[in-house]
């Protein structure tokens, strides 16, 4: 379905203008990954399981906490660029190997009432995506994740890229 060089044709989800505020709000955020199989009915013994696709699906759920600028551009977006939520998009998400950019789409009704709280906007979402990334990880790389932890790594990881490419 997608696989890694799929991602930069899609549109990107507006990290440019809605800032910090495009990332959702870490409380009330869930993500659970689809089970693939299926099972048959067998009139007398244990089911019978096939898998569907090995695509990893998830799942993610979350709020946004926009202001009325961020959330004007958020709704432009939302019904031009990915048309009216029906296209897919790449965003950053967390994953089984922490967070990553994924192709994803919202749900049917995915995109939820907007409510207002003094100066902000908080829009419920729930997005399906295609997680890439815990597949293509070797057996040793997925170790080393399980021992040192996803975040750990990702960190460390993020410190040293700003160490060698920032001005001395």
Not at 38 to 46: L, V, Y
């Amino acid at each position: 379905m997608f696989n890694q060089d799929d991602l930069d044709e899609l549109v990107d989800w507006p990290y440019d203008v809605l800032g910090d505020a495009a990332y959702f709000l870490k409380a009330g955020y869930s993500y659970t990954v689809k089970d693939n199989r299926e099972f048959s009915d067998t009139s007398a013994g244990i089911p019978i399981s096939r898998l569907v696709s090995r695509q990893i699906i998830a799942t993610h759920i979350g709020q946004l906490l926009l202001n009325d600028k961020q959330l004007a551009y958020f709704e432009w977006w939302y019904y031009n660029k990915i048309n009216a939520g029906t296209d897919w998009f790449k965003i950053n998400l967390m994953t089984g190997a922490g967070m990553n950019t994924v192709p994803a789409m919202f749900n049917k009704d995915g995109k939820g009432q907007v409510s207002s709280s003094n100066l902000y906007f908080t829009i419920p979402c729930q997005l399906t995506a295609i997680e890439l990334p815990i597949k293509s990880l070797s057996e040793e790389d997925i170790q080393i994740l399980a021992i040192n932890g996803t975040f750990t790594l990702q960190n460390s990881l993020e410190k040293f890229s700003k160490i060698i490419h920032e001005a001395w």
